[in-house]
């Protein structure tokens, strides 16, 4: 039987944690896990019901992957009745994390074709492990394979703690169950995006429906599930994601739809500026719901399902901002009147990641000139070469605002170069909601580009001083 979602919100309470916290210091232990049920403020983001693709199962499972786990699901599988069309994007850390060259050679050797399932363990990333973590990870496919009948067919993911081996067999001698607590409900979906938390809050998990030009009268589904709150800053953190779809889609045309969904959500978020080495975003289509098949980039259907993926794409890797270890702010960097797209990305980026930025938005400290400084230094040449022209700022054409979550009119901080008399008391009030928008204007062409990100805390620090356990 498949492990009942309620386990969800069964993790040590946060004042219960920092009182064990306190008790493993004094014996030389450190940890943290995540709180015990969902805040309050995140339930919002929990869905209560889902429409799923046809074709699909997943499941959740405790395994036990940490030890002292014996309450949360941590063994998520997620499958397809028939063959699937796939893709995934990886991590560009040079450590790359063994599942990620495992799915990446099966992904390559299968053709993005005849893929079957997807087998995610949390509580250890299986990086940095050398030949050993290599294996653990083909064991896990070809586990997988064998409850499916498949062969090469399953792609795996794993996420948690750098450096340590997997409990491989006590993970084997759980798949068969995985298996068998396989199933299509709302509450097997939710279970499985549980089952790949760590130190997120909320299980990540989006449904909708959709059509395509060719076939009108023909509803097609798209879900999916991702985790990640802290190594957020994507190069495609520890962020892992499946998206799956009844839709027909040709094994050619995947590869091209999630790249550009990519690059436009889950690469356009930050947390604390560190690219993970296990980061992987698959995108999983069965053709279940029947249709033509998606065959051209020059179709119609091509770049109708390509926004509809690249929307969905961007609604789930918001949820992982918004889970963003200690945050309280959810921030959306948004560069507009650059020079060239690229320019203006690395801008928005480099504000993203700014710590001096992201403590003055914890403060709800309206400190513009730390978002001037860090648009200044963006595209500067490094220590030691020759200093370069930067075409995509000009001082004097420069405009700096905050743009309030409710509506009302953005707050200008800086006007073309000169500083604007602000207006502290409504700096405040705009701070004070946990949605904002920074909007910078170069004013030196038409490019633009958006970033996705989040203040910092003390209990950031809190966080990632005590994770290891």
Same mark, same amino acid.
């Given at each position: 039987?498949?492990?009942?979602?309620?386990?969800?919100?069964?993790? /040590?309470?946060?004042?219960?944690?920092?009182?064990?916290?306190?008790?493993?210091?004094?014996?030389?232990?450190?940890?943290?896990?995540?709180?015990?049920?969902i805040?309050?403020?995140?339930?919002?983001?929990?869905? !209560?019901?889902?429409t799923?693709?046809?074709?699909?199962?997943?499941?959740?499972?405790?395994?036990g992957?940490?030890p002292?786990?014996?309450?949360?699901?941590?063994?998520?599988?997620i499958?397809s009745d028939?063959p %699937?069309?796939?893709?995934? &994007?990886f991590?560009?850390?040079?450590?790359?994390?063994?599942?990620?060259?495992?799915?990446?050679?099966?992904?390559q050797?299968?053709?993005?074709s005849?893929?079957?399932?997807?087998?995610?363990?949390?509580? %250890?990333?299986?990086?940095?492990? $050398?030949k050993?973590?290599?294996?653990?990870?083909?064991?896990?496919?070809?586990?997988?394979?064998?409850?499916?009948?498949?062969?090469?067919?399953t792609?795996?993911?794993?996420?948690?703690?750098?450096?340590?081996?997997?409990?491989?067999?006590?993970?084997?001698?759980?798949?068969?169950?995985a298996y068998? $607590?396989?199933g299509d409900?709302?509450?097997h979906?939710?279970?499985?995006?549980?089952?790949? %938390?760590?130190?997120?809050t909320?299980?990540?998990?989006?449904?909708? !429906?959709?059509?395509? /030009?060719?076939s009108?009268? !023909?509803e097609?589904r798209?879900?999916?599930?991702?985790?990640?709150?802290?190594?957020?800053?994507?190069?495609?953190?520890?962020?892992?994601?499946?998206?799956?779809? +009844?839709?027909?889609?040709?094994?050619?045309?995947?590869p091209?739809?999630?790249k550009y969904?990519?690059?436009r959500?889950?690469?356009?978020?930050?947390?604390?500026?560190?690219?993970?080495?296990?980061?992987?975003?698959a995108?999983?289509?069965?053709?279940?719901?029947g249709?033509?098949? &998606?065959?051209?980039?020059?179709?119609?259907?091509?770049?109708?399902?390509?926004?509809?993926?690249t929307?969905?794409?961007?609604?789930?890797?918001?949820?992982i901002?918004?889970?963003?270890?200690?945050?309280?702010?959810?921030?959306?960097?948004?560069?507009?009147? *650059?020079?060239?797209?690229?320019?203006?990305?690395?801008?928005? *980026?480099?504000?993203?990641?700014? /710590?001096?930025?992201?403590?003055?938005l914890?403060?709800?400290?309206?400190?513009?000139?730390?978002?001037?400084?860090?648009?200044?230094?963006?595209?500067?040449?490094?220590?030691?070469?020759?200093?370069?022209?930067?075409a995509?700022?000009?001082?004097e054409?420069?405009?700096?605002?905050?743009?309030?979550?409710?509506?009302?009119?953005?707050?200008?901080?800086?006007? +073309?170069?000169?500083?604007?008399? &602000? +207006?502290e008391?409504?700096?405040?009030?705009?701070?004070?909601h946990e949605?904002?928008?920074?909007?910078?204007k170069?004013?030196t062409?038409?490019?633009?580009?958006?970033?996705? !990100?989040?203040d910092?805390?003390?209990?950031?620090?809190t966080?990632?001083?005590?994770?290891?356990?």
């Amino acid at each position: 039987m498949a492990p009942r979602s309620s386990n969800a919100g069964r993790w /040590p309470t946060r004042s219960t944690q920092l009182r064990f916290q306190l008790a493993a210091k004094a014996s030389g232990t450190r940890f943290y896990s995540a709180p015990s049920g969902i805040p309050s403020a995140k339930r919002k983001y929990v869905p !209560t019901s889902g429409t799923y693709p046809r074709g699909f199962k997943v499941s959740g499972t405790i395994v036990g992957v940490k030890p002292k786990n014996t309450t949360k699901p941590d063994l998520a599988f997620i499958t397809s009745d028939t063959p %699937c069309a796939a893709a995934a &994007v990886f991590t560009k850390n040079k450590f790359q994390a063994a599942p990620v060259t495992f799915s990446r050679k099966l992904l390559q050797e299968q053709k993005n074709s005849g893929v079957r399932g997807v087998l995610i363990n949390s509580g %250890c990333a299986n990086a940095v492990t $050398g030949k050993g973590g290599l294996e653990d990870a083909q064991a896990m496919g070809r586990e997988a394979d064998k409850s499916l009948g498949a062969n090469k067919a399953t792609i795996v993911m794993s996420t948690g703690v750098i450096g340590q081996r997997l409990p491989i067999q006590r993970i084997l001698d759980n798949v068969p169950r995985a298996y068998e $607590g396989l199933g299509d409900t709302h509450k097997h979906w939710l279970t499985c995006a549980t089952a790949i %938390c760590t130190t997120d809050t909320f299980p990540k998990l989006i449904s909708r !429906t959709f059509s395509l /030009p060719s076939s009108p009268g !023909t509803e097609y589904r798209i879900a999916g599930t991702t985790k990640g709150a802290g190594m957020i800053h994507p190069n495609m953190a520890t962020l892992l994601g499946v998206i799956a779809t +009844d839709a027909p889609i040709s094994p050619a045309m995947i590869p091209p739809i999630l790249k550009y969904a990519t690059d436009r959500s889950f690469n356009s978020i930050t947390i604390d500026g560190d690219t993970s080495t296990n980061d992987t975003l698959a995108l999983l289509a069965n053709g279940a719901a029947g249709g033509q098949e &998606v065959a051209s980039e020059d179709s119609a259907d091509f770049k109708a399902f390509r926004d509809v993926v690249t929307e969905f794409a961007i609604d789930l890797a918001k949820l992982i901002v918004r889970d963003g270890e200690g945050a309280t702010k959810f921030v959306t960097i948004r560069v507009t009147e *650059s020079s060239s797209e690229e320019g203006a990305r690395k801008i928005a *980026s480099t504000i993203a990641r700014s /710590p001096l930025v992201k403590t003055a938005l914890y403060g709800k400290d309206a400190n513009w000139g730390r978002i001037l400084c860090a648009t200044g230094y963006s595209l500067i040449s490094e220590p030691g070469e020759s200093i370069n022209e930067v075409a995509e700022i000009v001082p004097e054409k420069t405009n700096v605002s905050f743009v309030p979550a409710d509506g009302s009119p953005e707050l200008k901080l800086l006007v +073309d170069g000169e500083p604007e008399t &602000v +207006d502290e008391t409504r700096a405040a009030q705009i701070l004070e909601h946990e949605d904002l928008e920074i909007l910078v204007k170069l004013g030196t062409g038409k490019k633009e580009a958006t970033y996705w !990100t989040c203040d910092y805390s003390h209990e950031y620090i809190t966080i990632n001083g005590d994770y290891r356990t």
